[in-house]
């Protein structure tokens, strides 16, 4: 017994295009999700950090590459600082807000991603 599948063009398209779709979505659910766990100051003008991470966006390097981060010089330093020394002006803020939010919902953003990805093919 003999079984044939055959798939047209547009199905491999759609397959081909998934794991970029996937990337981008978890990319975005990372970063909306964080969106309120990102420091802000209390000096005039907070929420700059905030602000240009909305801003910088889902960044796009090329298929299946994206970033995401902020455009503030000092991001990288508030990134860095420690959280156990450090007192935040905002509860529920910290450092490293991407890594620690992806911790925390790492599961449901990746079955997000790919249920939103599958219906965008």
């Not at 450090?86 to 790919?114: C, D, L, M, R, V």
């Amino acid at each position: 017994m003999n079984v044939t599948t055959d798939f047209n063009k547009k199905t491999f398209k759609k397959l081909d295009e998934f794991p970029d779709k996937f990337l981008y979505r978890i990319a975005r659910l990372t970063l909306d999700l964080t969106y309120p766990h990102i420091p802000l100051s209390r000096e005039v003008n907070s929420g700059r950090l905030r602000s240009s991470s909305l801003a910088y966006a889902v960044k796009s390097h090329g298929n299946k590459d994206y970033s995401i981060g902020s455009q503030t010089g000092y991001a990288k330093y508030v990134w860095n600082m420690d959280n156990k020394t450090t007192h935040w002006s905002t509860p529920n803020t910290g450092s490293e807000w991407y890594k620690n939010e992806f911790k925390k919902k790492g599961q449901s953003i990746i079955k997000n991603a790919i249920n939103t990805s599958l219906w965008q093919i």
